[in-house]
Antibody, heavy 120, light 112 residues
Framework: QVQLVQSGAGMKKPGASVKLSCKTS????????INWVRQAPGQGLEWMGW????????GFAQKFQGRVTMTSDTSSTTAYLELRSLRADDTAMYYC?????????????WGQGSLVTVYS | QSVLTQPPSVSGAPGQRVTISCTGS?????????VHWYKQVPGTAPKLLIY???NRPSGVPDRFSGSKSGTSASLTITGLQAEDEADYYC????????????FGGGTKLTVL
């Protein structure tokens, strides 16, 4: 069965970086995009960006451009999200999701989430 | 402020029917992009509920249905059950936002 298992959560200081992992299994990793979605405490869902493991192409929401990197390792079928220059308002649960083909793509499987807390 | 607008909350008694609206604009829902819906029980990851405006993934009961007209979409739940109490989010795509997937602000469904 398809699974996305996340790791890399933690507490960070303002200005630091965080790198989250999303280990996938149960499907052909190269065949579909991985998207990242975050959710601040008590708030709604916010799409951050996508990456294609086969082409390494990426696309980001405007507010994250310049501060985010999305990569993958096809040998371990793992996707990564790195967010730099962390601020207090980056405190959120971060989810990786599989992007299933649609018009637009939809997110059919989700990781369990990684909690990032930015504190001073 | 979300690109897609949902009511903050709706409620209904067991067995009743409720509808959650999702209002967009000409650059997203009105541009004929499909709408997808997710259910999120607090403390857990979102789960796909409806895709392609009105398709249910395997395992989702047919009590859940979706529709779209113009710049708006709706999620309808019939035969409301206690386990339907959750947050619901609509999602689409907006071509004016440098190609971005967009979510509604979410609707809290309370089963009375």
């Amino acid at each position: 069965q398809v699974q996305l298992v996340q790791s890399g959560a933690g507490m960070k200081k303002p200005g630091a970086s965080v790198k989250l992992s999303c280990k996938t299994s149960g499907y052909t990793f190269n065949s579909l995009d991985i998207n990242w979605v975050r959710q601040a405490p008590g708030q709604g869902l916010e799409w951050m960006g996508w990456m294609n493991p086969k082409s390494n192409n990426t696309g980001f929401a405007q507010k994250f451009q310049g501060r985010v990197t999305m990569t993958s390792d096809t040998s371990s079928t793992t996707a990564y999200l790195e967010l730099r220059s962390l601020r207090a308002d980056d405190t959120a649960m971060y989810y990786c999701t599989r992007g299933q083909r649609g018009f637009p793509n939809y997110f059919d499987y989700w990781g369990q989430g990684s909690l990032v807390t930015v504190y001073s | 402020q979300s690109v897609l607008t949902q009511p903050p909350s709706v409620s209904g008694a067991p067995g009743q029917r409720v509808t959650i609206s999702c209002t967009g604009s000409s650059s997203n829902i009105g541009a004929r992009y499909d709408v997808h819906w997710y259910k999120q029980v607090p403390g857990t990851a979102p789960k796909l509920l409806i895709y392609g405006t009105n398709n249910r993934p395997s395992g989702v009961p047919d009590r859940f249905s979706g529709s779209k007209s113009g710049t708006s979409a709706s999620l309808t739940i019939t035969g409301l059950q206690a386990e339907d109490e959750a947050d619901y989010y609509c999602q689409s795509y907006d071509y004016m936002l440098s190609g971005s997937w967009v979510f509604g602000g979410g609707t809290k469904l309370t089963v009375l």
